[in-house]
């Protein structure tokens, strides 16, 4: 059944992208890595959709295609050693943490060469070395964690962020309400970055909030909050490092709801008869790669040779991040129960 509960672009709080001049000060080489970032996650996950389908990437797999702006923006804001919790749908922000991309394809095969080991998969990709903490099934579930790490700098004097990302949907659950409470109770260096994509799962934002406005839902915990265009990935990265700047220098707990879209479904097993083709085909129309490319066209800064090679460059790197895939080895059953249960006459560590 089709809803009528969507967001169009139109209702969207924000101008289009390809409405907004580009700051005089971008630097052309800053632009490209941003375009550059976004076309590596898209491809990334397009080749990923045809290893799906020959099953050599079994289980979940939650697609990033349309949001690609909010997690190369964000991401570009951070220093290297600040953390990072995501969730499922989490490919792109962990490519943009530095876990190569052969870790990452490893990983959703399964394999033991995997940033996880293999035993996580799509949804569990984890780097302690990159600081990315996960990956977490759990809507929510990466919430809490993150209060925890920013706690622990904050005790031992450190002033970096840690950043949690999380869905529209995590604003409805407990532990977005006990961790924003926390967090600006103890004035804790936290970023709460929200994609809001107006859908947990099949079910549409004005159908799960009371309060569709989720930044005013922030704001109650006494901590600042706006929205942003999440298509825009100069609004975001803008936006993003501001906010940063303001935690690290003591300012408390942040929120940035990034409004933005996916153009798939939830996930690969989902069917996606909730909402209009129209209203997915008109988002389409806002494709944070292509109206960002084309304002870099306009302003003279990107070529054909430009695209042709970004393009060239995030093939090889896929390609060779399948081929390392291919190659790793799937864990021998008699490893089944290794870290999952401690054997017999052994302390738990
Ligand atoms: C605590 C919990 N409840 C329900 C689910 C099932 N579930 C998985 S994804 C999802 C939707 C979450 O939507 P949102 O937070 O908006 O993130 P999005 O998938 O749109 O990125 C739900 C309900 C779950 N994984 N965890
Ligand atoms: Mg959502």
Avoid at 43 to 70: C, D, P, Q
Avoid at 157 to 176: H, K, L, S
Avoid at 318 to 326: C, L, M, N, P, Y
Avoid at 330 to 340: M, N, Q
Wanted: hydrophobic share 45%.
């Amino acid at each position: 059944m089709p809803s009528q509960t969507g967001p169009s672009p139109e209702e969207f709080v924000h101008p289009p992208a390809d409405a907004q001049p580009l700051p005089p000060a971008l630097a052309r080489e800053e632009a490209l890595g941003l375009l550059r970032d976004m076309v590596r996650i898209r491809r990334m996950e397009e080749r990923a959709i045809e290893l799906y389908s020959a099953t050599k990437i079994r289980g979940f797999l939650h697609l990033y295609i349309g949001e690609e702006a909010v997690g190369v923006g964000c991401m570009h804001a951070l220093a290297e050693d600040e953390a990072v919790v995501a969730t499922y749908r989490e490919h792109g922000h962990a490519l943009m943490r530095g876990i190569s991309a052969r870790a990452i394809m490893a990983e959703m095969f399964g394999k033991q060469e995997g940033c996880s080991r293999g035993r996580g998969g799509s949804m569990h990709l984890f780097d302690v070395s990159r600081r990315f903490y996960g990956g977490n099934a759990i809507v929510a579930g990466g919430l809490p964690i993150a209060v925890g790490l920013a706690l622990a700098d904050k005790l031992q004097g450190r002033e970096r962020a840690t950043v949690c990302i999380f869905g529209d949907g995590a604003v409805a659950e407990g532990e977005f309400h006990e961790s924003a409470n926390l967090a600006a109770l103890w004035h804790l260096p936290v970023l709460f970055f929200c994609e809001n994509n107006f859908y947990a799962m099949g079910t549409a934002l004005r159908r799960h909030e009371s309060q569709p406005d989720l930044a005013a839902k922030a704001r109650s915990y006494g901590m600042p909050a706006e929205a942003v265009n999440g298509m825009d990935v100069l609004a975001v990265a803008e936006a993003a490092r501001r906010s940063a700047a303001f935690v690290r220098e003591g300012g408390g707990p942040c929120f940035l709801e990034f409004q933005t879209y996916r153009f798939r479904a939830h996930s690969m097993y989902d069917p996606d008869l909730y909402r209009d083709k129209a209203e997915v085909e008109e988002w389409r129309g806002h494709d944070p790669i292509d109206t960002f490319s084309a304002r870099l066209r306009k302003a003279g800064m990107l070529e054909d040779a430009d695209v042709a090679r970004i393009e060239a460059d995030a093939k090889a790197e896929i390609d060779d991040a399948v081929a390392f895939a291919e190659a790793g080895t799937l864990e021998p059953l008699e490893h089944l129960l290794v870290d999952v249960t401690t054997p017999a006459g052994q302390e738990a560590p």
